[in-house]
């Protein structure tokens, strides 16, 4: 089974989709070998890294189980990722509201491609947590569901446990002094990443923690606001061993008010793919560790589940 899951990503046709404002993303297109795809996906990642925590040919992954079960992955490296450059190493700047207007620009050229498919966006982290905020803005948009992994905001509302809040606070301080000190998070060197994130991009974060509310970066869109408003139905995939960045309590906190949500939690532990042990299951980890393919397998039947709703999927 993991032989043929990797096999099925060795072939994807390259896009380069440019942005209103000249940005160009690159977005790997993998196409399932059925005759006919059952739906398409928009699979993003997290921060600090790109699109080969979610797809590669050396091992499982989440866009192979995808491809697997029926569905044609769309997985971009997001603005300023990969080769979506160019990165803040090079002097690549942006916002996350970027972020937020590319999933437009995402789900409008997704339906352009498969207009008959159910069209689905599942995001790891930061494309959870965008997407999130994107269909916020936008609840009659032609998606017919959402997943997301990981996904949370560090605004203290979120966050329970007021020893996790003063962490939070304490990490994204240290953070915030290296941005300042180098003109961006260099997560290459700390080893924290693969992809460096810019200083616009941090500050944005600062004023979430200090001010307590998920905004765009003018602070006239309440993203938060609009999660209440977002019709599809979601599954929130959390982590017992994320006990950060996404810790269940606070990110479930974070998702509260979606109408149609769902959670899935992962345990802390899985066994290994090789039968070696146990793996701990984390923040990245949940979606890079082939530890995980049966939860992959999981998120993937529930997209399968929601075909019988196709024709609910809000239109223009």
Not at 62 to 67: G, R, S
Not at 245 to 274: G, I, K, N
């Amino acid at each position: 089974m993991t032989r043929s899951r990797a096999s099925a990503l060795e072939h994807p046709v390259v896009h380069a989709l440019t942005a209103p404002d000249g940005w160009v993303l690159r977005v790997y297109d993998f196409v399932p070998r059925c005759e006919d795809a059952r739906g398409i996906v928009i699979l993003g990642h997290a921060m600090m890294v790109d699109a080969r925590t979610v797809c590669r040919p050396d091992r499982p992954t989440i866009a192979a189980t995808l491809v697997d079960r029926g569905f044609r992955v769309l997985a971009p490296d997001l603005r300023g990722h990969g080769a979506s450059g160019p990165g803040a190493a090079e002097g690549g700047e942006w916002s996350y509201d970027d972020h937020v207007s590319d999933v437009g620009l995402l789900v409008a050229w997704a339906r352009e491609l498969a207009p008959e498919l159910p069209l689905h966006l599942v995001g790891h982290s930061l494309f959870g947590n965008a997407s999130l905020a994107w269909l916020g803005q936008h609840p009659d948009a032609q998606v017919h569901a959402a997943v997301l992994i990981c996904a949370d905001i560090w605004c203290k509302g979120h966050e329970p446990r007021w020893w996790r809040w003063a962490l939070k606070r304490l990490v994204f301080a240290v953070s915030h002094a290296i941005v300042k000190m180098y003109g961006r998070l260099p997560a290459r060197a700390l080893k924290v990443g693969t992809a460096d994130e810019c200083a616009r991009y941090w500050a944005q974060f600062a004023r979430w923690i200090r001010g307590g509310c998920w905004t765009d970066e003018a602070g006239r869109t309440d993203y938060g606001a609009g999660v209440g408003r977002i019709q599809q139905p979601v599954l929130h995939v959390v982590g017992r061993g994320d006990r950060l960045y996404a810790a269940p309590e606070s990110s479930l906190q974070f998702t509260q008010a979606l109408p149609r949500r769902e959670v899935m939690t992962a345990p802390r532990h899985l066994a290994s793919a090789d039968g070696a042990g146990a793996v701990a299951v984390g923040h990245m980890s949940l979606v890079t560790d082939p530890a995980c393919v049966n939860l992959w397998e999981e998120i993937a039947l529930w997209l399968v589940s929601l075909d019988h709703e196709v024709l609910a999927v809000p239109r223009r």
